[in-house]
């Protein structure tokens, strides 16, 4: 019998699914796959054998019985293969090989110096190089690399512009994929941020979800219906530049009164410099928050001014989105102690108390990891829709 393109293409689908719902609920009896698939029994059957003898799935031991024969149960293999994940900050980078479930195997952070585009991406080579070497043996080996960065990536994986690097128009993607022959993936940090989320932290349980990368600047990861929104360009959630006053200061952007004028680590930072803290010229984050907890004078009312403006800004989105969980991430995450009454404050006061009342407001909870997680995830997603194509 000829089999047509429809059945392959069913067929491939299907496998997929199999496959999706083990990694997702794994351990799992085939009968429970077929279950919540409606794939039938002889089916699913089959698709698992091959997903064995690709080295995805194992079998353990029994499971319980809902009365008759106790059901192998199914476990997905994490080790399969292993990824890159790398968060690339605007002095740092922090990089991390996980297992195929996005568990960190091991990381690396490096403090960056020097910004230009040869001495950042030598770093970012030798420090990948490095975790290669590392990882451990596996049936599929590194199955791909990804890279959150601080700006604007097109579709080709290009950095079009890292204001806060001094990056324009740097084909990032093709450099590591001339490097490692691996496949690479490149997006914003806070996409990253947002997918690592969803997968392995705060977000696994919601379809709907904004994280607020809070760092330098305000960018945030758009999740709706369990997928990344992107925009027409790649270039959605630039939420920092909403305007929040006419004559506010002015942006990097060219603007006034931007969001990220009020709300972010550098507007932070700037109001600090009034206070005179200490003998640094200018206190840094952490500086900040030690004299939050020494309860130095005004410092904890600059974090709960901090609070408030980011409180306006997420009842703005609020309004629009309606999501499920907003996700505040990146490094003003660490002040969590300091901001969160304020923010709720403003939140609770300023959005629509329709549009509040199923909307949660959580921290990163993969702390400084999700940009780097979500970047293993999106090179391990890569790595499944490939896949996908290759089975028969
Ligand atoms: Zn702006």
């Not at 293999?77 to 960190?104: E, F, H, K």
Request: glycine letters at 12%; one cysteine or more.
């Amino acid at each position: 019998m000829k089999i047509t393109g429809d059945h392959q293409l069913i067929k491939k689908i299907n496998t997929y699914i199999v496959l999706d719902t083990i990694r997702r609920e794994f351990p799992i009896s085939r009968a429970d796959i077929s279950a919540k698939t409606g794939l039938n029994k002889a089916t699913v059957s089959g698709l698992v054998s091959e997903l064995i003898e690709a080295h995805f799935v194992t079998e353990t031991g029994l499971g319980e019985s809902s009365g008759g024969r106790k059901p192998m149960m199914l476990l997905f293999n994490q080790q399969a293969g292993y990824a890159i994940g790398v968060d690339l900050g605007v002095n740092y980078i922090l990089a991390m090989i996980t297992d195929l479930s996005g568990a960190i195997v091991k990381e690396k952070k490096i403090e960056l110096a020097d910004l230009e585009v040869e001495a950042v991406t030598d770093k970012l080579k030798r420090t990948i190089h490095g975790l290669i070497r590392k990882a451990p043996p596996s049936p599929y080996g590194i199955v791909g690399i990804g890279v959150g960065v601080p700006g604007l990536v097109d579709d080709q994986g290009r950095v079009l512009s890292a204001p806060n690097l001094g990056w324009e128009s740097v084909p990032l993607r093709d450099m590591l994929q001339a490097e490692f022959g691996l496949e690479v993936s490149i997006d914003n940090e806070a996409n990253a941020g947002a997918l690592g989320e969803k997968e392995f932290g705060a977000g696994r349980a919601v379809s709907n979800l904004l994280y607020i990368s809070v760092g330098i600047g305000i960018g945030a990861g758009i999740i709706l219906n369990d997928a990344l929104y992107r925009g027409v360009s790649g270039f959605s959630g630039e939420v920092g530049h909403m305007m929040l006053a006419q004559d506010g200061p002015r942006c990097g952007c060219g603007n006034r009164g931007c969001w990220e004028t009020f709300a972010s680590e550098k507007a932070l930072l700037l109001q600090a410099n009034k206070l005179r803290l200490g003998d640094e010229p200018t206190p840094r984050l952490h500086a900040l928050l030690a004299a939050a907890k020494q309860d130095v004078t005004g410092v904890r009312e600059l974090f709960a001014d901090t609070g408030h403006w980011l409180g306006i800004g997420i009842a703005n989105l609020v309004n629009v989105f309606n999501p499920a969980l907003i996700v505040i991430g990146n490094r003003m995450s660490l002040a969590s102690e300091w901001i969160a009454d304020s923010i709720h404050e403003s939140l609770d006061t300023r959005s629509l108390a329709f549009h509040r009342k199923h909307t949660s407001v959580a921290y990163s909870q993969l702390g400084m990891a999700s940009s780097a997680l979500g970047a293993a995830s999106m090179a391990i997603g890569h790595f499944f829709s490939k896949m996908k194509a290759t089975w028969e």
